[in-house]
């Protein structure tokens, strides 16, 4: 056996330090020996290392992409994996739901038959070598791409080798709307998840919350319960949790980053402008008005009511429910001037005082759900 000539687990991490070049399997860094397998029409290498590749595995390479082709999953002298892996020629735009989803391919009109021997297929005819993932397991009979300027049809799909499928295809008719400069069939869109997020910009003061809403959408169908991913670029100035709430923690501007990882992988991203200040006190005021408007005068024999309503930053809170009493200058008869009556949440009716017919008093109507908004209204007693 070779183990007893030399050490193939030394010999092989000696090989790696001299000759060992970097690669990507699946979009992780690795590092491997490379040979080149000359004579073949498509780019074929022979990769050793470390870790496992398996038939279908995606390897980049001196920026080319490859597919592993062959049964990888046995270690060989207890030091590295061998694979042959060949170069993918093209992209294919396959359609899934109709949206395209473009795959890495090799693409070829030649076959191994029983015995070894290369077959050619018939020129209106090409074969498909793909990664078997979630989308091309999709793939079926009749299903069509667009490749070289052509519409093809899917006529047989091969499942027997883990890892990699076999599409046999035939070319066919186009269609009148079939797009051949970017290869997409008729009726088919191009997948492309749009992030929508309100408010945008966002203003939120010190220590108050701000909910950000945000959709998903792909040619104008909306993606239902998406899971998005919030960030901020500064916490120090505002936090924000995963269901998008925005909290100002110090004045300054910041970003919140909103990002989706879309069915093909790819993430995809949104960024919400955000300004932090500190707050502006409402401008909270009761506003009163009477009936007559005739600045609150009240008549013998003739009442009046008074109105109150509540103006935030000059916006009626039509919420609002309010106390009402009132205190004369001078007491008793026969200087008490006005009265109450029919008191409502949001009006009282003055009533004079017909046996004395001149003096002032006092309105007061407070706030019910905050005692310590006020509003005094002087109310004077006129002769007719």
């Known amino acids: 056996m070779i183990d007893n000539f030399f050490n193939m687990n030394e010999s092989y991490d000696f090989m790696i330090k001299q000759l060992g070049e970097s690669i990507k399997i699946n979009d992780l860094n690795k590092v491997a020996l490379i040979h080149r397998n000359n ?31 062959d049964d990888t999953r046995n270690m060989r002298y207890n030091a590295y994996y061998r694979a042959i892996v060949q170069r993918s020629n093209y992209n294919v735009n396959f359609i899934f739901n109709n949206i395209v989803f473009p795959q890495y391919a090799i693409i070829t009109n030649q076959t191994t038959g029983i015995n070894g021997e290369i077959i050619t297929v018939p020129a209106n005819q090409i074969l498909v070598v793909v990664q078997d993932n979630n989308f091309t397991n999709s793939i079926k009979v009749d299903d069509v791409f667009i490749k ?38 008729e009726g088919a869109g191009v997948y492309n998840p749009i992030i929508v997020a309100t408010p945008n910009p966002l203003n939120v003061n010190i220590n108050s919350t701000v909910q950000i809403t945000a959709t998903v959408s792909n040619n104008g169908v ?24 925005v909290t100002g923690i110090a004045e300054g501007n910041v970003n919140i980053n909103i990002s989706y990882v879309g069915i093909n992988g790819n993430t995809y ?15 909270v005021e009761i506003v009163l008005s009477d009936e007559n408007e005739d600045d609150f005068n009240v008549y013998p024999n003739l009442e009046n009511i008074a109105y109150a309503k509540l103006l935030i930053n000059g916006k009626e809170d039509n919420t609002a429910t309010f106390n009402f009493s009132i205190k004369n200058d001078k007491e008793g008869l026969p200087y008490q001037t006005v009265t109450l009556s029919n008191i409502t949440i949001n009006s009282c009716q003055l009533n004079p ?32």
């Not at 780019?43 to 470390?50: D, P, T």
């Open 222 to 245: 909306n993606v239902e319960n998406p899971t998005l991913i919030y960030t901020s670029s500064n916490s120090d100035i505002c936090t924000v949790d995963n269901t998008g709430l």
């Open 353 to 384: 005082n017909t046996h004395h017919q001149y003096g002032t008093s006092t309105l007061t109507v407070t706030l019910q759900r905050d005692t310590t908004i006020t509003k005094n209204q002087i109310v004077s007693m006129s002769n007719l």
């Open 269 to 283: 991203n949104t960024t919400v402008a955000t300004t932090v200040e500190e707050s502006v006190p409402d401008n």
């Open 39 to 69: 004579y073949r029409n498509i780019e074929e290498l022979k990769i050793l290392c470390r870790d496992k590749i398996e038939r279908g595995n995606i390897v980049k390479y001196n920026n080319n992409v490859y597919l592993t082709i």
């Open 148 to 185: 070289f300027k052509h519409r093809w049809q899917i006529n047989g799909v091969d499942y027997t080798k883990d890892g990699i499928l076999t599409i046999y295809a035939n070319q066919v008719a186009n269609h009148e709307n079939d797009d051949l400069i970017n290869e997409i069939p």
